[in-house]
């Protein structure tokens, strides 16, 4: 039986996901507007704020009937990580919009760029709203190590997108950082499909045991992609001249993207080595006490 909870759309993180409707809205409203042709670019930024309105929008629709409650998953959990997966993509588009079509001259993609940025600080507050507290019980997306998980995966697939078999091919060197990429991005998705669904038991030992063996390990390979892929991908590799050229034509440079894999993989190892720590002090010290 369907019962109608109108407590959800007045508590703070209703109202927020309300605003988060309306900005994400209004965005791709005033993209498609504008129209625009076949473009990876555009089309990811497109996905990103309608996924994100759909997708919000179900997510009040079900806590409103309060159908959320008999859903066989860990609703906290999804709510808290799509919250954190929604601020990352929504910062990517309010950064990859504006340096592709924005111009000075161009009202609605301003417009856009500003709706889609005031819509990604609003992501960011819900997910300090949906993040527990200290002392709170909760699932495990919705801690800091949860939601570097979330963090983790989503910079390994900004890695995946920026990756040309012709860059690393060529060495076995680029190719082991391809692995560790691919390697550690399975772990996260794997342990954020788990925790949704509930399965943690299906491991094979304790969870926190595991999380930190791995999240060590993580560390370990991320260390080795951060020194050897600069080195062998900048080896005998200056960047072309056209790559300095500004907007798009510099932006897509393969060179470019080189760079991108480069600070990525220094990104996701600090992720790695917060997320370590917090696994150390959830096991031996909270637990403990």
Known sequence: MVTLDFRTL??????????????????????????????????????????CFCVTFLILLLEFTSLSSKLPISWDDFTT?????????????????????????C?????ATVTSCLAFILYAVEVGLTRAKPGELSGFLSTVSGLLKVLEAFVACIIFICLEPTQYTRFAGLQWCVAVYSICFIF???????????????????FDK????????????????????????????????????????????????????????????????????????????????
């Open 10 to 51: 007045t508590v703070p993180v209703g109202i927020v996901r309300i605003l988060e409707m309306i900005l994400t809205c209004i965005t791709f409203s005033l993209v498609a507007s504008v129209g625009r042709g076949i473009d990876s670019f555009w089309t990811w930024c497109m996905f990103t704020w309608c996924f």
């Open 81 to 105: 990580a799509f919250a954190m997966l929604a601020t990352l993509m929504i910062l990517a588009a309010s950064i990859i919009y504006p340096i592709f079509f924005a111009c000075s001259n």
């Open 107 to 111: 009202g609605k993609q301003i417009g």
């Open 188 to 206: 996260a998705l794997v342990v954020i499909i788990f925790t949704i669904c509930r399965l943690l038991s299906l491991f094979p030992a304790p």
């Open 210 to 289: 595991i999380l930190i063996a791995c999240n060590v390990l993580a560390v370990l390979m991320y260390i080795t992609a951060v020194v050897i892929w600069p080195l062998y991908s900048f080896k005998n590799n200056p960047r072309p001249s056209w790559c300095a050229a500004g907007g798009r034509l510099g932006a897509v440079c393969p060179w470019n993207k080189l760079v991108v894999i480069s600070f990525m993989t220094c990104f996701n190892l600090v992720a790695y080595i917060v997320d370590t720590f917090y696994s150390f002090r959830l096991v031996f010290f909270v637990s403990r006490t």
